[in-house]
T-cell receptor, first 117, second 112 residues
Framework: GAGVSQTPSNKVTEKGKYVELRCDPI?????LYWYRQSLGQGPEFLIY????????DSGLPNDRFFAVRPEGSVSTLKIQRTERGDSAVYLC???????????????FGAGTRLSVL | DQQVKQNSPSLSVQEGRISILNCDYT??????FLWYKKYPAEGPTFLIS?????DKNEDGRFTVFLNKSAKHLSLHIVPSQPGDSAVYFC???????????FGTGTRLKVLA
């Protein structure tokens, strides 16, 4: 596909359950990012991948959150023991470069809306 | 602590008039700024950006102005069109990092 693809588009789960959210970046993009957007807020950075490795995971809120990108393309965000406060839209973005600043336009997917009941 | 602030949650403008969206930041290390537009149920779409070495960047109907001394940037849309109705996010980063810091967004409504 031409853009960043995220699945599922919606996920409803119960408190305490485990969820996986998938991101398929734009082909050829080496950098991949996860953000979380809560109601009425802007996207908040969670984690950044350069290739297969997590170069910056400083935004992950706690150890219930984990993300992988084993082959340097598709990424999965994993949330264990979900809590109601985890309810948000999880956005994935990719960019063609790994440098910051002007060459680092990030292209976003439509997001996964996670609802924890 | 909100490093990027969009103090107007909403704005309504008549079609054909100018829309001005504002953004303030606190971190003097930021050297790259972007505007994203977001429609409901879609991801943010890149609109326009500006480097801190410039004070203005123009792309068609969209112009971004940067005032570094005031730590303020603005997005001008001229003329505004009903299809511009969306939520606009301001974002900032510095060259040494990869993450964007986003504002809380401004919902623009262009009235036909």
């Amino acid at each position: 596909g031409a853009g960043v693809s995220q699945t599922p588009s919606n996920k409803v789960t119960e408190k305490g359950k485990y969820v996986e959210l998938r991101c398929d970046p734009i082909s050829g993009h080496t950098a991949l990012y996860w953000y979380r957007q809560s109601l009425g807020q802007g996207p908040e950075f969670l984690i950044y991948f350069q290739g297969t490795g997590a170069a910056d995971d400083s935004g992950l809120p706690n150890d219930r959150f984990f993300a992988v990108r084993p082959e340097g393309s598709v990424s999965t965000l994993k949330i264990q023991r979900t809590e109601r406060g985890d309810s948000a839209v999880y956005l994935c973005a990719s960019s063609p470069h790994t440098t910051g600043g002007g060459k680092n336009i990030q292209y976003f997917g439509a997001g996964t809306r996670l609802s924890v009941l | 602590d909100q490093q990027v602030k969009q103090n107007s949650p909403s704005l309504s403008v008549q079609e054909g008039r100018i829309s001005i969206l504002n953004c303030d930041y606190t971190n003097s290390m930021f050297d790259y700024f972007l505007w994203y537009k977001k429609y409901p149920a879609e991801g943010p779409t890149f609109l326009i950006s500006i480097s801190s070495i410039k004070d203005k960047n123009e792309d068609g109907r969209f112009t971004v102005f940067l005032n570094k001394s005031a730590k303020h940037l603005s997005l001008h849309i001229v003329p505004s069109q009903p299809g511009d109705s969306a939520v606009y996010f301001c974002a900032a980063s510095d060259t040494g990092t990869y993450k964007y810091i986003f504002g809380t967004g401004t919902r623009l409504k262009v009235l036909a």
